[in-house]
Structure formats: C-alpha cells, structure tokens
C-alpha cells in the first residue's frame, strides 16, 4: 500500500502482533488461525501494549520492545488497548499512532450481508479516510483559568494536502471515482478553511476523480439520508472521529468495522471496537472487525489473492447466517469464537456475490522528506497582539482599565470579546459573561523597532491590573490577516 518494503523474508512478511487487552487475544488468535488456514505468507511477532504494560510501570503504554519491533517490521495488526484508571493521562493507541506518524485512518464502510441493519440492501460502500495526528487531537490543552479550559486546534497544510492525497490515491487503488472533502470551514474559517481550500487544490490534480466539498453537519446528516452518494470522504481528525463511527452505525456498528493507520514508514491495521472487557474470556468475541483489518493488511502487503479468499470466506460465512458469534447471530442462536473461526475456515475457498467487485492495486503514497516543514511568506507585518485576562469585573470596567494601560504605549485598545463575541466597545445581545476575556490590542503605528519590547511593555501594564494567561500574535502574511474577527468586531 506504500513504498516502504515491509520487512520481507523469501515472500513472507514479518507483522507486529500486539493482541492488546479483554477481547483482543480471543480476536487476534482468531484472526491469525484464519490467516493461516488460508495460507498468508505471515510471521507473526507478538509485542506488547496497553493495560499490561501501563500497570508495568510503562508510562506510555508501548514498550520500546514494541516499538522497536514496530519500526522494524513497518507493518502491526493490533487489538484494543485500553487505559487503565489511575495509569497515565495518554492511549497508548494515540501514542502508537502519533509516535509513528501514522497520519492515515482508514475507514471502510461497506454493507455485510447477512448483518441486519435499517440500511441493509441500500450497498452501501464508501471510504472514511480521517487525518489522524493533527487538530484537536494534537492533545495540547490548558486550564486558561480555574473554570475556563483551552484545547488547541492545530491543522497544517502540508498535514491537509498528504491526508488529500492520500484519500485521492486511495480512491485510484480501489477504482473509485469521487473524493469528498467534509469540512467546517463555514465557522473556521482559517482551521476548517485550510482543510477545505488545500482538498480543492489539491484534487484537482486527479482528474480521473470527480471531487467535490461539503460541511461537515450537512454531511453527516447526508451520510444517513443518503449514504449511496459517498465513495471516499475526507476530513480532519475530530470530524473523522465522530463520522466514521456514524458510518460504521449504518453498516452493523463498531463490533464488524475494520480500520488502517496508514504513515510513510508504518501501517498498523486494527479493530475499531475496544477491549469488550464484559464478554473478555468467555469465548464469545466476535473476530469479524479484526479479520477485515488483517484483510486490510494483506493487501498492504501485497497479498491481494490471500485478502481476497479471507474475504470471500467471512462473507459467504455471513450471508449463510450458520455459526455466527451472539452479537450477530439470529436470538438464541450465537456461538463461540472458535466455532464461528472454524466456520469461516471451512468456507476458505468459496466465493461470495456479496462482495462488490473491485480491483484492489497497491496504493502510491507520496514520500514526504525526513525535514522539518517550512513555508515561507513573502512579506510578514505584525499589526497588533490578543492578550487574554482573567477578570471577574464587567466589560465596561475591563475596557476602562485596558484603554488605560495602554495608554503611553505603542497599542491602542480596539475590542473585547468574551468567547469569541465582542462585548466592548458595544455589546449586542446578551452575551453571558464568564471570567474569561480577550482583548485586541493593534500596533498605533507599524513597528520600527524593538516589538518584543512593545509588547513586554504592554503586558508590564496590564499586570498591573490584571492577571494575563495567554498572548497571540496578530500578523499579516502575504498582505492578509493571519487571525479572525470576533464576532460583532467591525
Ligand atoms: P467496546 O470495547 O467496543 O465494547 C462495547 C460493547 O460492544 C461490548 O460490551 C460488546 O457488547 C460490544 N462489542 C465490541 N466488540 C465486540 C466484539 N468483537 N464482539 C462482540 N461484541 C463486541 O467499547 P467500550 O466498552 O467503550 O470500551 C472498552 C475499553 O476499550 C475501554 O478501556 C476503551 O478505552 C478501550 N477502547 C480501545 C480501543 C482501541 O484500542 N482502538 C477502541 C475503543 C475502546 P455487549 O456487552 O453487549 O456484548
């Protein structure tokens, strides 16, 4: 699926096997049986992570055997990690993900027959593909004040345009003919925005592949309507996060929804569910999530004949409704794991009608050098700064205060917004008021000289007043403002 080799011998692949936590040795020992009764050319490394490890002492979660053996093989399948209580702030599952850059998820959404859902019959076949290392998720967040939280929202362009091109080439490989780029650019303009404007960019570039952009709640809400309409969408991580599992609803829910973590380097293909902790040990965990990502796999690998009949095999096993695991059988009707693994070995070598008929090709991911990204601008101004205060006073008396500290100072005062809403110089509506202010300061005149000096002239005054917690610079690049308005801010 990408350039890197995975670690081969003759043409066997060397694949990290992490079995994870609860359900996750029952599915993974499932999912390797099969596997090998259908003759994937697979050696098997299993390495540790999650509740084990964190109760080892690991503060991670993952082991440095892990993921040395990880950066090794350049290939995992994995089952749920969990985090125990008490142990760390960080899934070992995002740590796994992020330390490997693994800035692909992939996530099919495809009817199965025989799994009764209100939309079965529609075929139902698309592609959630979400950025998965950058925007909320960057994890970086801050108590502004004791009752005020700030998380950062961080999207690159470089990060939209290879989850782009990723998404494009995923498209090409399996046939597909339409990209949707899904986006709240409509809110966020500069975040959201980027994600829109670089998919459109960017997608021009395929022109085999028609595109097109949509906001993220309409496509939500189009997903259910009128999930035939999609092929292959794209989104940043929170979007992609809460849309895909809204996908996996439409299609028999997480228990059956197979996932790749795609990098330059690594791929790590996993279940969607968790660890199932209530069923963990009984025997009675469905596999099916994790054999479609280890189908997933073997086409990452290259082993698209093996991907095939393992497909094959759990479909007609599907379709024909014997031996099914509880949470998909027929009321009364449910077996065990093994039982439901020994069905779908048995009918290794049937064919299904189910499944849509698609050439998979490997897909081409674009290399990115090893370098630190870095994008230039042509002129850059510094025109002001936000300077954000706790204060309990009302913005009348706030606004009061700050004119006045910054008068005899480079900066003028020119609002205040609470939450985003300006409240000073005018307050429209009812804007509730919490502790928690932003005040726009801009340069009277563009910087001559020292502006660090300026602006640690300005902070020195209105500490005095009050306490600040948070700066932002206001700069122009290329001749257009770097930042947003408040709302109400003329
Ligand atoms: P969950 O483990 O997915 O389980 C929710 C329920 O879904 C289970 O109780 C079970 O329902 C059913 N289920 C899930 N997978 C199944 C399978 N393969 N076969 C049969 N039934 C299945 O979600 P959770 O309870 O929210 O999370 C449990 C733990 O897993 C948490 O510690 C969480 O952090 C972790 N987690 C890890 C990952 C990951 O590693 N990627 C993802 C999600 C959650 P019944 O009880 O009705 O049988």
């Not at 967040?141 to 080439?169: F, N, W």
């Not at 925005?193 to 097109?212: A, F, I, N, S, T």
């Amino acid at each position: 699926m990408n350039d890197a080799t995975p670690a081969q011998t003759a043409a066997r692949t060397r694949v990290t096997a992490i079995a994870g936590d609860g359900i996750g040795p029952e599915v993974m020992r499932a999912t390797q049986q099969i596997l090998a009764a259908a003759g994937a050319q697979v050696d098997w490394e299993d390495a540790l992570a999650g509740a084990e490890a964190f109760r080892k002492g690991i503060a991670t979660g993952a082991p440095k055997e892990t993921l040395d053996s990880i950066a090794r093989n350049g290939v995992a399948l994995k089952g749920p990690l969990e985090t125990p209580v008490g142990f760390g702030e960080k899934s070992a599952n995002v740590t796994l993900r992020k330390v490997f850059e693994m800035y692909g998820n992939i996530r099919p959404v495809r009817e199965l027959p025989g799994i009764r859902t209100p939309f079965a019959g529609r075929g139902i076949d698309f592609v959630v593909v979400r950025e998965n290392v950058e925007d909320l998720y960057a994890g970086i967040e801050h108590m502004q004040t004791p009752g005020v939280a700030q998380c950062l929202k961080l999207i690159t362009e470089v990060g939209c345009e290879r989850i782009v091109r990723l998404a494009a080439s995923l498209a090409l490989a399996e046939g597909r003919k339409k990209v949707t780029v899904a986006h709240k650019a409509n809110i966020m303009k500069l975040t959201e925005g980027m994600m829109k404007r670089v998919g459109e960019q960017v997608l021009k570039e395929y022109p085999d592949l028609q595109h097109e952009s949509m906001i993220v709640d309409n496509c939500a809400h189009q997903m259910v309507i009128r999930p035939e309409q999609f092929d292959v969408t794209v989104m940043t991580n929170m979007n992609g996060d809460i849309l895909s599992d809204l996908a996996a609803g439409l299609v028999g829910g997480l228990g059956v929804a197979p996932s790749a973590n795609l990098g330059d380097a690594c791929a790590m293909f996993e279940a969607v569910h968790g660890s199932a902790p209530q069923i963990a040990g009984k025997g009675l965990a469905n596999p099916t999530a994790l054999l479609l990502s280890a189908v997933m796999m073997l086409r990452h690998i290259g082993d698209f004949a093996t991907a095939r009949k393992v497909e094959h095999a759990l479909y007609v096993t599907l379709e024909e409704g014997k031996d099914l695991t509880g949470d998909i059988a027929a009321p009364g009707q449910g077996v065990g794991t093994q039982a439901f693994t020994d069905r779908v070995i048995a009918n290794l070598g049937r064919e299904s009608a189910a499944v849509p008929a698609r050439e998979y090709r490997p897909i081409t991911l674009q290399r990115w050098p090893a370098i630190t990204w870095y994008k230039a601008a042509a002129t850059r101004e510094l025109v002001g700064v936000d300077v954000f205060v706790e204060s309990e006073r009302d913005p009348r008396a706030i606004g009061i205060t700050l004119a006045a500290a910054a008068e005899g100072s480079a900066f003028t005062l020119k609002m205040i917004s609470s939450r985003g809403t300006q409240v000073w110089p005018e307050q429209g509506g009812n804007t509730f008021l919490v502790d928690h202010f932003r005040a726009r300061f801009l340069f009277r005149e563009p910087p001559k000289g020292d502006a660090v000096a300026e602006i640690t002239d300005l902070l020195n005054r209105i500490g005095r007043q009050h306490r600040w917690m948070h700066l932002e610079k206001l700069q122009r690049f290329d001749g257009a403002d770097a930042f947003s308005k408040a709302q109400g801010e003329g």
